[in-house]
């Protein structure tokens, strides 16, 4: 599939500027085991790159100037790399402005590109596509110009430009997008960046994502007014507890004897992180000993916080997580990523997944009329630069 995706990407890059790309980079989305809205709170996160990629063709331009083209949206915009960079109307435009801002504010040389991308990412569905678009637009940069910038330091760079467009995220995406190993999962420490892989090895169950087909609205908004209850919930907790800094190092009996000194989400919220901290260093656990049915659970029980004490969840996405976890066969399930929509991953039973999908999506469909997506993904890279 990606061999297609990066032939009709070169061949328009031909078409559009006559010549043969000087750099070809693949940018990946990503999946999250386990570890949800936990990366801007000190957590551990347990993600993977996955085979959908953003494909990306590049030139230097020899000018100032840099034209960008997005196929798929059948759009593309001029840009003057030495303008000072502004949030458009146009969104996508923006990830690409925030990278250049990046890119300015650190202080890079560079010139103009001319850059044709073409994807195979579903937007909107919680598999970070802004990021695969923010990292490997930047790793292409990087390349074209020797900038020497080190992976890690692209993904935060990558973070930062998501910042500037708006949304205050954590590090999960970009590092993921960037790090990811075939076959294996990264833990990722959240506070110091340190990390190490993991196998992907589910034995008997097959991972596949239910794509509720549904973005909520106030995605943005919510997800920053979450980060800011945590922050809230975090300067209660240093004020009863000077030793503790972080959820990390908080038991949920600490937080618990805070109840009355937090509003009522802000406790929700802050009994969430410091549960979910621990789920995912059970989960590792888990993973690590092969003992999937322990690691389902574990998923089942982050879908319960997300959906009733984060209330990131929404009414499709709680039930496919409540029809599957009647299934003997769907050893578990969440909703994956921001929430308010996107995506659930799933682990099921060898041998069960095509019966799973099709009971699954006529029920949605009846009770919602929308149509699920189903994604058999595979974990894969994270951006690279492609060779033929
Ligand atoms: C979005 C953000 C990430 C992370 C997840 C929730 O994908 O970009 O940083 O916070 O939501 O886990």
Redesign the pocket.
Same mark, same amino acid.
């Given at each position: 599939m990606n061999a297609i995706l990066i032939q009709k990407t070169t061949d328009f890059f031909e078409k559009t500027f006559g010549s043969k790309p000087e750099r070809v980079v693949l940018s990946p989305g990503r999946i999250?085991i386990i @570890? /949800?809205?936990? !990366? *801007?709170n000190d957590g551990y996160?347990l993600p993977a790159a996955i085979d959908k990629i953003i494909c990306f063709a590049f030139e230097k331009s020899n000018s100032n100037t840099s034209k960008i083209i997005a196929i798929d949206l059948d759009d593309s915009f001029e840009i003057e790399m030495n303008s000072s960079m502004e949030l458009t109307d146009n969104v996508w435009t923006n990830y690409i402005r925030g990278v250049i801002h990046q890119l300015k504010l650190k202080g890079f040389e560079f010139e103009g590109v001319n850059c044709v991308f073409s994807s195979n990412i579903p937007t909107g569905s @919680?598999l970070?596509s802004s990021?695969a678009l923010e990292c490997g637009f930047l790793f292409g940069m990087n390349e074209l110009f020797d900038l020497n910038i080190k992976p890690v330091d692209i993904a935060l760079m990558g973070?930062s430009a /998501?910042h500037w467009v708006g #949304?205050n995220? @954590? #590090?999960? !995406?970009q590092f993921s997008s960037v790090m990811g190993k075939e076959d294996k999962v990264i833990k990722i420490d959240c506070r110091t960046l340190e990390y190490t892989y993991h196998d992907a090895n589910f034995t008997d169950y097959s991972l596949i994502l239910f794509d509720s087909n549904v973005k909520h609205s106030l995605m943005t908004s919510a *997800?920053n007014e979450r980060r800011q209850q945590c922050e809230e919930g975090i300067a209660t907790i240093k004020k009863n507890f000077p030793k503790i800094t972080s959820f990390r190092d908080c038991t949920e009996n600490q937080v618990i004897s805070l109840k009355d000194k937090m509003s009522k989400d802000v406790f929700k919220r802050s009994l969430f992180a410091v549960k979910e901290i621990k789920r995912v260093a059970l989960a590792c656990e888990a993973l690590d000993n092969g003992d999937i049915p322990a690691l389902g659970k574990l998923m089942f029980e982050t879908h319960e916080g997300l959906s009733k004490d984060y209330e990131v969840s929404c009414a499709e996405l709680d039930m496919i997580v409540d029809t599957l976890k009647k299934e003997e066969a769907v050893v578990g399930a969440r909703l994956m990523? @921001?929430?308010f929509g996107g995506c659930t991953i799933n682990l099921i039973k060898k041998g069960e997944e095509e019966r799973i999908k099709s009971q699954l999506a006529g029920l949605y469909f009846d009770t919602f009329g929308i149509e699920l997506k189903i994604y058999d993904v595979k974990i894969s890279n994270g951006t690279s630069l492609y060779t033929a």
């Open positions: 999250n @570890g /949800e809205h936990i !990366d *801007y996160v @919680g970070s990021a973070q /998501e #949304i995220c @954590g #590090i999960m !995406d *997800y990523g @921001g929430g």
